[in-house]
Nanobody, 124 residues
Framework: VQLQASGGGLVQAGGSLRLSCTAS????????MVWFRQALGKERGFVAG???????VYANSVKGRFTISRDNAKDTVYLHMNSLKPEDTAVYYC???????????????????WGQGTLVTVSS
């Protein structure tokens, strides 16, 4: 599976962006899809995840501002980011793993496939 992330850019605080991650492969609908991010000098951290069933989970820092969704017909997962803050500045990575994990495992389990990352910069 290959993942292609896009949609990053420069936005002012309070603005919005939508990230996209398109997967190659025939079984996208069975994959758990997630977004992680890594700010300069910091460890990569979980942002949001969506299971095959479309159930979702978010990091506390983005709850109420970010929405993850998927379109299985397009083999694409989205991250809609609203009310962006300077601390959201990071490289955002999408990742995928086949299977049917518990929702509680989505944020912490290992992922088999990773996209190349897309940079989001939020100016104050």
């Amino acid at each position: 599976v290959q993942l292609q992330a896009s949609g990053g850019g420069l936005v002012q605080a309070g603005g919005s962006l939508r990230l996209s991650c398109t997967a190659s492969g025939r079984t996208f609908s069975t994959y758990t899809m997630v977004w992680f991010r890594q700010a300069l000098g910091k460890e990569r951290g979980f942002v949001a995840g969506i299971r095959w069933s479309a159930s979702v989970v978010y990091a506390n820092s983005v709850k109420g501002r970010f929405t993850i969704s998927r379109d299985n017909a397009k083999d694409t997962v989205y991250l809609h980011m609203n009310s962006l803050k300077p601390e959201d500045t990071a490289v955002y990575y999408c990742a995928a793993r086949p299977g049917y994990p518990a929702l509680s495992a989505v944020a912490t389990m290992n992922y088999d496939y990773w996209g190349q990352g897309t940079l989001v910069t939020v100016s104050s």
